[in-house]
DNA sequence: ACGGATTTGTGCGTATGTATA
DNA sequence: CTATACATACGCACAAATCCG
């Protein structure tokens, strides 16, 4: 051991490889049979710096020909400054989903599935709500897929929960609980304003852990990749938390994004 | 082999127990040779089952005679939409750093390291900053540390990464340059605008990424903690970037947060 | 449809190094 | 200094997934 762990030799080289693009995104690793003659050292040895190339999000790895694969960044961003305050008006108007609309702005196809479930809360949703773990909540969640270009498989981008109390879950407008239905839906001004809610304020969380294996598996991630989760609270006339929005995405595909207007100090006009 | 894998026998266990409290925040994990006996499987394989343990930000280890402790949660939060956005007013008065403020008013003591140095821009500052790759810039690197209560060690919780053109970095104000100083400097209305600068618009990213071995180091991550990545971009009133913070956070100690106005829609069709 | 070849996944046993109390 | 506990390393075997002929 001089030094450094052998594994970290490993390592190293191969991430200084893959940064230089002599093994370019989407092509594969050498196998690690062959990494184990060329380094000399034991599979064993091999492996842990193979893992630990994944837990970076550098590759990733399937068993049989699919071998270790070198991760294309996607590098889609999704403007939470503009959802819902105010931008996309056009959209809304049109029926589009806001989410499909900014998506779409950078190129993207996008496509999402809803699915409408009671449940009780969870510790953080609860959190979130200011109600009491184990409450009884509506949960609609979308699972939010794009791909590029049109035809080629979908890829699973964003886990994007909806977090209701009952009784607002339950509103009705011309007969039907458009928060219980397990579609697509936009109304004109946004679905909670059509049930006669009104939201004055968002509060915004952003945090990045690891994911619970439920995430994994519905957004397909490789071991060792870390999720973004930005959440929203929405807040009525009355300081009563109406939702929260709960937004879940792979962290080697998506950011947030805000854009602010800087309050001037003195005498200056805000840029609304 | 079951369905499913042994090392997931173990990983899910111990996963339940930690949530459950049998195994609290700051307690030790049974070690090794233990596990070993009580599952009747291989060291091999519980190493493996302890290892996803980390990966999933639920434990840490050390070597020595500490073993593996249940992670605490700290929870601090970052308030980004107040952050030099024209909150905290008074204490740019008092001189008091913002970043301190925020901290302060959690309940936590904070203190940060000042470093100053001029290097060639990253490939992701150089896209944040909309400048070629290798341009020289001055870095502004703040380790952030925080602790409760006054007394016991510094916990370092965010590194943050101002980065600015050279010609903005060396702007003088009564004979100094404020950005050049290492030290823990304030200035009322901000030290951007102290030298003459203007911003009109941030524009904010945030995503969540595995650290460099750096960032790894310095904030003191155990192997597998995700980061949390918050950019923010200065734009000044004729549309240049005129510096970006990057502030790097553990994922497990920090999250981010906004609070946003929504603006109402008056008469008919407008924002949500 | 099937079977073989390739490649990663899982698992065992063992030994030695290193950090910490 | 010693005991403990994790980190690294070797070798071996078989299972499971994938692709291709």
Redesign the interface.
Same mark, same amino acid.
């Given at each position: 051991m001089d030094g450094r762990a052998r594994w970290q030799v490993v390592y190293n080289e191969l991430h200084t490889l893959i940064e230089e693009g002599k093994y370019a995104p989407g092509e594969q690793l050498p196998p690690e049979r062959e990494l184990v003659e060329r380094f000399g050292f034991s599979r064993a040895t091999i492996r842990t710096a193979l893992t630990r190339l994944e837990? !970076? /999000?550098l590759v990733y790895a399937g068993a049989g020909s699919v071998g270790r694969t070198v991760r294309r960044p996607l590098e889609i @961003?999704f403007d !939470? #400054?503009k959802f819902?305050?105010? !931008?996309y *008006?056009d959209d =809304? $108007?049109r029926g589009v989903d806001?989410w499909l609309s900014n998506v779409e702005e950078q190129g993207w196809e996008g496509r999402q599935v809803v699915t409408v479930t009671t449940r009780s809360a969870p510790q953080q949703v609860a959190r979130w709500l200011a109600v009491e773990p184990g409450t009884r909540l509506v949960r609609r969640r979308r699972v939010r897929m794009v791909r590029k270009p049109p035809g080629v498989e979908w890829i699973p981008v964003m886990l994007a929960d909806s977090w209701f109390p009952e009784d607002v879950a339950h509103r009705k407008v011309d007969g039907i609980a458009p928060l219980l239905e397990e579609r697509d839906i936009t109304m004109?001004?946004?679905i909670?304003?059509s049930i006669g809610i009104? +939201? %004055? *304020?968002? %509060?915004?969380?952003?945090? #990045?852990?690891?994911p619970a294996d439920d995430e994994r598996s519905l957004l397909a991630l490789p071991?060792?990749t870390? %999720? /973004? =989760? @930005?959440a929203r609270i929405g807040i009525d006339e009355h300081g009563r938390r109406i939702r929260v929005l709960a937004s879940v995405?792979a /962290?080697?595909k998506?950011? $947030?994004?805000?854009?602010?207007? $800087? !309050? +001037?100090?003195e005498a200056e006009v805000k #840029?609304a």
């Open positions: 837990q !970076a /999000g @961003h !939470a #400054s819902e305050v105010g !931008a *008006k =809304e $108007v806001q004109p001004g946004g909670i304003r009104r +939201q %004055v *304020k968002f %509060v915004d969380e952003i945090r #990045s852990r690891m071991t060792g870390p %999720v /973004g =989760e @930005h995405f /962290g080697d998506q950011y $947030v994004r805000y854009e602010l207007p $800087v !309050a +001037q100090p #840029s």
